[in-house]
């Protein structure tokens, strides 16, 4: 099992930056690929960034160049750094975990169903 525990969300005015953590604890096998999802009221789950194992990240289009996806193996952590925020970008922000190597083109694609272990998410707010 991979727990998974998101802090850094909030409220943030348009134009601003926030910095997301994901403390990763369990088994370290399970960590093959490690992502961010998020979600709006109404809306479906949307893959947001992921970063494998060996470094190869993804992003969907609305947040390239503005989010950057990073780990810490020795600290078992997650971080999505977040800039220029824009209102869109409002939703509760889920940290994501696969135990399997997710080839491309299929990592590109962010498919939620890809990575079985989440955590309880942490909201952000742009206003």
């Given at each position: 099992?991979?727990?998974?525990?998101?802090?850094?969300?909030?409220?943030?005015?348009?134009?601003?930056?926030?910095?997301?953590?994901?403390?990763?604890?369990?088994?370290?096998?399970?960590?093959?690929?490690?992502?961010?999802?998020?979600?709006?009221?109404?809306?479906?789950?949307?893959?947001?960034?992921?970063?494998?194992?060996?470094?190869?990240?993804?992003?969907?289009?609305?947040?390239?160049?503005?989010?950057?996806?990073?780990?810490?193996?020795?600290?078992?952590?997650?971080?999505?750094?977040?800039?220029?925020?824009?209102?869109?970008?409002?939703?509760?922000?889920?940290?994501?975990?696969?135990?399997?190597?997710i080839l491309t083109p299929r990592f590109y694609r962010l498919?939620?169903?890809?990575?079985?272990?989440?955590?309880?998410?942490?909201?952000?707010?742009?206003?």
């Open positions: 099992q991979v727990q998974l525990v998101e802090s850094g969300g909030g409220s943030v005015q348009a134009g601003g930056s926030l910095r997301l953590s994901c403390a990763a604890s369990g088994c370290t096998y399970n960590r093959n690929c490690m992502a961010w999802f998020r979600q709006a009221p109404g809306k479906e789950r949307e893959g947001v960034a992921a970063i494998r194992r060996d470094d190869l990240t993804a992003y969907t289009d609305s947040v390239k160049g503005r989010f950057t996806i990073s780990k810490d193996n020795a600290e078992n952590s997650l971080f999505l750094q977040m800039s220029n925020l824009k209102p869109e970008d409002t939703a509760m922000y889920y940290c994501a975990a696969s135990h399997s190597f498919e939620s169903s890809d990575y079985p272990y989440r955590g309880q998410g942490t909201q952000v707010t742009v206003s």
